[in-house]
């Protein structure tokens, strides 16, 4: 039998609370202490896995001698999959290494926040998982026919509509992940700007845009978590190679990377952008009417918006979070309102999310891609800038009837409820960390 990893020991959660509480106000502490969580989460990915298989292997011993002889290569598996587990490991700790690209704060003992014993999120190491996956749909050749089929609409449309691209055309690609189509939109020869929230994507993407010199150096094993509708354990053994392409080849000055909240970053660029590229992004607002505004008023006079993805509506069923869930016919009228005219639409386009292609399990979206075109001016508005519910003795504003944008609390970039991958951020960051060179803040 394997020898046994021992599990962590229990967080002591009344100091954690007692640490939560002492800096409660201080909004840049609680943002180093969840970003040190995201750390926290990556270090432990292996220790986490183990537990999880050293269950599954306790209770295979418990069932008969007779039917463990049934399944003579359980052993052997078990072995190739913490070997796996360790390779994924090794990955990460590249990402941990660029864990300074995003310690903002000269006034924060970023290694005095990580020894405080916060406990790990069961969610935030389902979202470390989940990161790997969509490594395989950005950055690998497996995942060519997800990005054909989310990203190609997109790309096909820019080429239609700016035929003689150059660095002074700017495209905005909000919610970018591991920034896959930010680098697409680039090598076209546009200036390509992503903007991300979730500190797990980032801190990938920032190790694949800054670190990665040449194709294929990283391999990974995404899919060894997944216990269950496996036709062979080869499928779960399966490993992947990325980036597929080489990173660092882009002409000079064309990709940058903005961390931080949407609305919070961009509700002050009014008219600066020639296009704004959405892809599997719509759904994660809290109010979509005011995602709608606020890529209206970010694009110039004639510009572009060019969307593709599904209506999944990530707060959906939170009660302590707003979650304006309309449908397609209903969102159009308020397209009209912002001088976004639909030129385009396409629905029912199929798509999948971070599928393993061996699985027997399949999730196919049916998804909206289509292009606005704006007409006029953004009608100005005083937005609320309330998202979260209200609890009681909150203070209200009853006078005010503009939209919702987010200024705090958890912005999902793909996650929490009904979810396609795992990653969100907490906390407000209105400056933006440049993804192309250390330290270096993009203009936003």
Known sequence: MTTRIPVLEPRRRGLER???RKYEADEEMQEAMHYCDILKAYAHYATHCFQIFNKLEDDFYRIPKLQQSLVPMFDKKMKAIRACVGANQTFIRNILDQRAAFMNSDRINYDWVYRQNRRIKPGDMDKVKSTLKQCVRDWSAEGKDER???????LQELEKLFPNPSTKTKVLVPGSGLARLVWEVASMGFHAQGN?????MLLCSYTILNCTKKPN????????????????PKHQLASVRFPDVNPVNLPKDSLSMVAGDFQEIYQD???EWDCVASCFFLDTANNVIEYVRLISSLLKIGGYWINFGP???HYSGMYDEISIELSWEEIKPCLKHYNLELIREE????????????????????????????????????????????KPGDPVNPGNTGSAPATGGQ????????????????????????????GKLANS
């Not at 054909?148 to 997109?154: A, D, H, S, T, V």
């Open 18 to 20: 007692d640490v939560d």
């Open 148 to 154: 054909k089929q989310c990203y190609g609409p997109i």
């Open 196 to 200: 991300e929230f979730s500190y797990f």
């Open 217 to 232: 150096v990283h391999r990974i094993f995404p899919f060894v978590h997944i216990t269950r509708n496996i036709h062979s």
């Open 269 to 271: 660029q009014v008219e």
């Open 311 to 313: 209506l999944l509506y």
């Open 347 to 390: 629905i029912r386009k199929p798509a999948t999310y971070c599928m393993d292609p061996n699985s027997m399990m399949k999730t196919e979206y049916r998804c909206l891609s289509f292009t606005c075109r704006k007409t006029a001016k953004t009608p100005k508005e005083s937005p609320n800038p309330r998202y979260r519910r209200s």
């Open 411 to 438: 912005q999902n970039s793909n996650k929490s409820g009904p979810s396609r991958s795992g990653s969100s951020t907490h906390g407000k960051r209105k400056n933006g960390q440049d993804g192309r060179g250390p």
